[in-house]
Nanobody
């Protein structure tokens, strides 16, 4: 299983970023996928989940209405569109196969929101 995140960077408050996660080594279309983030000194926060098939999504209250998760099963790629970014969104963002305990994480991409 390999999950490689990209698209992170530094952005000003109110800005946008789109994260991507290239998946390989498993049948992507069969799995629920998630995004989880971890800020310095804090525990992981599961922020979004998309079920296999792509028709059902879920979001943490902290990102609801600002972030959108999607997947392209033909490209084995997971996305996270992040709009209206806030300084408190600063964290290392990971994509994960599955959700919660037992999920497999990638190595992460850093997102920094600062003026």
């Amino acid at each position: 299983v390999q999950l490689v995140e990209s698209g992170g960077g530094m952005v000003q408050p109110g800005g946008s970023l789109r994260l991507s996660c290239a998946a390989s080594g498993f049948t992507f279309t069969n799995y629920d996928m998630s995004w989880v983030r971890q800020a310095p000194g804090k525990g992981p926060e599961w922020i979004s989940r998309i079920f296999a098939g792509g028709s059902t999504t879920a979001y943490a209250d902290s990102v609801k209405g600002r972030f959108t998760i999607s997947r392209d099963d033909a490209k084995n790629t997971l996305y996270l569109q992040m709009n209206s970014l806030k300084p408190e969104d600063t964290a290392l963002y990971y994509c994960a196969r599955g959700y919660g305990f037992g999920a497999t994480w990638g190595r992460g991409t850093q997102v920094t929101v600062s003026s």
